[in-house]
Nanobody, 122 residues
Framework: VQLVESGGGLVPPGGSLRLSCAAS????????MSWYRQVPGQEREWVAGISASGSTTYADSVKGRFTISRDNAKNTLLLQMNSLKSEDTAQYYCVKGRWRLATNTLAAYDYWGQGTQVTVSS
């Protein structure tokens, strides 16, 4: 299993970024996928998840601003982030679920990418 994130960077408050995760080594369409984020010294925070069926769930902190999606034909997970705030600054990780249903439980995920840094600052 390999998960490779891209698309992070520096953006001013109110700006947008789109993160991508290229997945390989497993039957992508059969598994839930999620995005987590982590700030140094803090616990990892679940951001959003998408089930194998395509249904989505979001953390309250990003609901209405972030959109998770998947392209099963390209084995790609996406995260569109709009109206970014300074508190969104973190390392963002693409994670593979153990099952078809996406949840916000850390134990439900078994593989992680290397992460991509998102910095929201003026």
């Amino acid at each position: 299993v390999q998960l490779v994130e891209s698309g992070g960077g520096l953006v001013p408050p109110g700006g947008s970024l789109r993160l991508s995760c290229a997945a390989s080594g497993f039957a992508f369409s059969n598994y839930a996928m999620s995005w987590y984020r982590q700030v140094p010294g803090q616990e990892r925070e679940w951001v959003a998840g998408i089930s194998a069926s395509g249904s989505t769930t979001y953390a309250d902190s990003v609901k209405g601003r972030f959109t998770i999606s998947r392209d099963n034909a390209k084995n790609t997970l996406l995260l569109q982030m709009n109206s970014l705030k300074s508190e969104d600054t973190a390392q963002y990780y693409c994670v593979k679920g153990r099952w078809r249903l996406a949840t916000n439980t850390l134990a439900a995920y078994d593989y992680w990418g290397q992460g991509t840094q998102v910095t929201v600052s003026s």
